[in-house]
Nanobody
Framework: QVQLVESGGGLAQAGGSLRLSCVAS????????MGWFRQVPGKEREFAAA????????QYADSVKGRFTISRDNAKNTVYLQMNSLKPDDTAVYYC?????????????????WGQGTQVTVSS
């Protein structure tokens, strides 16, 4: 069973940047697809970004395209989410997820392990 631990959340001003990290253990990290989702209290969890096992395939939600970049370092068992030009609407708990099939899925049902989440708050 893979374990995922997110870090890097915090408070940022609108227009600023944050980088989230997610370290995985317990499985062969390089075989798995990874994703970032986010959730605001009272709303459904939504897709933000995903990356395939080799890093060659990425997908982004329209709301973050051009501002967020997902990447991975298989040697460090880590996936990153670089968030630039942050907006107050980006405020949410951000969750890291993995899938054993290796693809960059956009649906929650495609992922079989989840982290505990890290809070990102963007002030205006």
């Amino acid at each position: 069973q893979v374990q995922l631990v997110e870090s890097g959340g915090g408070l940022a001003q609108a227009g600023g940047s944050l980088r989230l990290s997610c370290v995985a253990s317990g499985r062969i990290f390089s075989s798995y697809g990874m994703g970032w989702f986010r959730q605001v209290p009272g709303k459904e969890r939504e897709f933000a970004a995903a990356i395939g096992r080799s890093g060659g395939s990425t997908q982004y939600a329209d709301s973050v395209k051009g501002r967020f970049t997902i990447s991975r370092d298989n040697a460090k068992n880590t996936v990153y989410l670089q968030m630039n030009s942050l907006k107050p609407d980006d405020t949410a708990v951000y969750y890291c997820a993995s899938n054993r099939f290796g693809y960059s899925g956009t649906l929650q049902s495609q992922y079989d392990a989840w982290g505990q989440g890290t809070q990102v708050t963007v002030s205006s």
